[in-house]
C-alpha cells in the first residue's frame, strides 16, 4: 500500500506564487513516475506534470515555463513550483504515483485557487 499527501495549496492572487509537496509513504520499493494532475470545476482531470525515476519531465503546454516540478528520491517527494499563477490555474491539484502494473496511486487533493 502507498499513501500519498499533498500539501501547499491555497489562495493567491493572479501571478503569484505556490509550492506544493507530495509526500509517499507505505510499502513499496520504487515509485517509477511520480507527478501532479489538476480538476478544475466541471471539467476532466488533467495532466500538469510527471517526473521519472530516470529524471524525465513532461509539462502539459498551458504550464510551460510557469510550473516547474522537482522530485526527492531521498524523500520520496515530489514538488511543484508555480509560478506566475492565473485564475484559469484554478482547480484541485491531485498528486499520482505510478509503477508499471503494481502501482497506480493518488492523493486527497490539495485546493488551489487563483484570484484576478
Known amino acids: 500500500q502507498v499513501r500519498l499527501v499533498e500539501s501547499g495549496g491555497g489562495l493567491v492572487q493572479a501571478g503569484g506564487s505556490l509550492r506544493l509537496s507530495c509526500a509517499a509513504s507505505g510499502t513499496f520499493t520504487r515509485i517509477n513516475v511520480m507527478g501532479w494532475y489538476r480538476q478544475a470545476p466541471g471539467k476532466q482531470r488533467e495532466l500538469v506534470a510527471t517526473?521519472?525515476?530516470?529524471?524525465?519531465?513532461t509539462y502539459t503546454d498551458s504550464v510551460k515555463g510557469r510550473f516547474t516540478i522537482s522530485r526527492d528520491n531521498a524523500k520520496n517527494t515530489v514538488y511543484l513550483q508555480m509560478n506566475s499563477l492565473k485564475p484559469e490555474d484554478t482547480a484541485v491539484y491531485y498528486c499520482?504515483?505510478?509503477?508499471?502494473?503494481?502501482?497506480?496511486?493518488w492523493g486527497q487533493g490539495t485546493q488551489v485557487t487563483v484570484s484576478a
Open positions: 517526473f521519472t525515476s530516470g529524471g524525465t519531465t
Open positions: 499520482h504515483g505510478e509503477e508499471g502494473s503494481v502501482l497506480d496511486a
